[in-house]
């Protein structure tokens, strides 16, 4: 293990970041940026965000929890930009309506981040922190997107609820034959457009 991963609650992760995620998903880690100013009550209390920033490989694997189990965003890479694309607002009325297209660009540190979604920090003492969760996050960690079956399992273990089965075959297919680590794993099927 390098030496810029801790143990945290026995889960591998980085000194500089956290273990951040949305809504009953598995949690990845990130760097929270500085808290933001969000509102303010008539009585003076201020409310704040701070918004995660991920690495490439943090990102493809949110990415890929994210459209296995949404029923209408899906994702592509375009480059080094990652692009959100959200048929929920294609309006089946209109032949000419489009998906609306969000482009996450990477920052100056090389980090993305999801502009307008909710995350909540994984509180340590009630994350779990199963063998599952230790192997996924430790390759997260130093930045090994392969071997991809313990991401594979860690996304299918702690989605709640659970993956639908046939969103699991098609993570599993596309990267079943892909070994080499310097591919990234979303570059099969979410680059060239494979359909889900």
């Known amino acids: 293990m390098?030496?810029?991963?801790?143990?945290?609650?026995h889960n591998a992760v980085r000194a500089d970041e956290q273990l951040v995620s949305g809504d009953n998903q598995p949690a990845f880690p990130a760097q929270l940026g500085e808290p933001q100013l969000i509102a303010e009550t008539d009585r003076g209390q201020q409310f704040y965000t701070v918004t995660p920033r991920f690495r490439r490989v943090v990102a493809e694997w949110v990415a890929i929890t994210v459209e296995a189990t949404s029923d209408h965003l899906r994702f592509r890479w375009d480059g080094t930009d990652l692009l959100v694309i959200d048929d929920a607002a294609v309006d089946p009325d209109d032949p000419t309506s489009t998906p609306h297209i969000d482009r996450?660009?990477?920052d100056s540190s090389s980090r993305y981040y999801f502009?307008?979604?909710?995350w909540n920090e994984a509180d340590a003492a009630t994350h779990r922190s199963d063998d599952t969760a230790r192997a996924a996050l430790t390759l997260l960690a130093q930045d090994r997107p392969r071997p991809v079956a313990p991401l594979?399992?860690?996304?299918?273990e702690h989605t709640?609820?659970?993956?639908?089965?046939?969103?699991?075959?098609r993570i599993r297919r596309r990267h079943r034959t892909r070994t080499t680590p310097a591919t990234s794993p979303a570059a099969s099927g979410?680059?060239?457009g494979e359909s889900q």
């Open 152 to 156: 594979i399992r860690y996304i299918a």
């Open 115 to 118: 502009d307008g979604w909710l």
């Open 104 to 106: 996450i660009r990477p």
């Open 160 to 169: 709640n609820p659970p993956l639908d089965p046939a969103a699991l075959r």
């Open 190 to 192: 979410l680059e060239h």
């Open 2 to 9: 390098s030496e810029d991963v801790t143990q945290h609650d």
